[in-house]
């Protein structure tokens, strides 16, 4: 944890530290940097029409109720999200970043025919984001991703392969 660092965005006292980011972050700041980095996909994906409605997997996960909250935040009323247990063409699927590398990354390398192509959210936050913002927005964490140990092993020396796999493997399953 941080001790007695500030944040390098406001220069209050920062709460979160990044494994892959040599800069800190206080909690605000750190909200506003994944919010906008949502917004963002939103905008740039079509994946949700505003003023209309969306369906959303219900899974229990910590993943399925931060969306549910970062949607209402940035749509407010212009936005009904119909939660729904079974997850069908358009429904909305939260994830994170680490699941869709595992995933998409298996899918390559074992040349399976199977396309990974159904509407995520949060695909381009990693977990420990995911974590970090559900301990700030008080929402339970409870089940970790199941971690890939190859990646974990690239990751660890070189800090940041996970979102540089992420671009990658997006050219391959666009
Ligand atoms: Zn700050």
């Given at each position: 944890?941080?001790?007695?660092?500030?944040?390098?965005k406001c220069g209050r006292k920062a709460t979160?530290?990044?494994?892959?980011?040599?800069?800190?972050?206080?909690?605000?700041?750190?909200?506003?940097?994944?919010?906008?980095?949502?917004?963002?996909?939103?905008?740039?994906?079509?994946?949700?029409?505003?003023?209309?409605?969306?369906?959303?997997?219900?899974?229990?996960?910590?993943?399925?109720?931060?969306?549910?909250?970062?949607?209402?935040?940035?749509?407010?009323?212009?936005?009904?999200?119909?939660?729904?247990?079974?997850?069908?063409?358009?429904?909305?699927?939260?994830?994170?970043?680490?699941?869709?590398?595992?995933?998409?990354?298996?899918?390559?390398?074992?040349?399976?025919?199977?396309?990974?192509?159904?509407?995520?959210?949060?695909?381009?936050?990693?977990?420990?984001?995911?974590?970090?913002?559900?301990?700030?927005?008080?929402?339970?964490?409870?089940?970790?991703?199941?971690?890939n140990s190859l990646i974990e092993s690239i990751?660890?020396?070189?800090?940041?392969?996970?979102?540089?796999?992420?671009?990658?493997?997006?050219?391959?399953?666009?």
């Amino acid at each position: 944890m941080v001790t007695n660092q500030k944040c390098s965005k406001c220069g209050r006292k920062a709460t979160i530290n990044l494994s892959y980011d040599k800069r800190n972050y206080c909690d605000s700041c750190f909200l506003k940097m994944i919010e906008k980095r949502v917004r963002k996909d939103i905008r740039t994906s079509n994946k949700i029409e505003p003023r209309g409605s969306v369906k959303l997997l219900n899974d229990d996960s910590k993943e399925f109720f931060l969306t549910k909250q970062l949607l209402k935040n940035i749509f407010g009323k212009h936005l009904t999200i119909k939660e729904v247990k079974k997850a069908s063409k358009e429904t909305l699927i939260p994830t994170n970043l680490d699941r869709e590398v595992k995933e998409k990354l298996e899918i390559y390398l074992e040349n399976k025919k199977e396309k990974p192509s159904r509407k995520k959210i949060l695909h381009n936050v990693l977990e420990e984001e995911i974590i970090e913002m559900c301990r700030i927005k008080k929402i339970k964490i409870g089940k970790k991703e199941k971690k890939n140990s190859l990646i974990e092993s690239i990751e660890k020396p070189y800090p940041g392969t996970k979102f540089a796999l992420a671009k990658s493997l997006k050219k391959i399953f666009p």
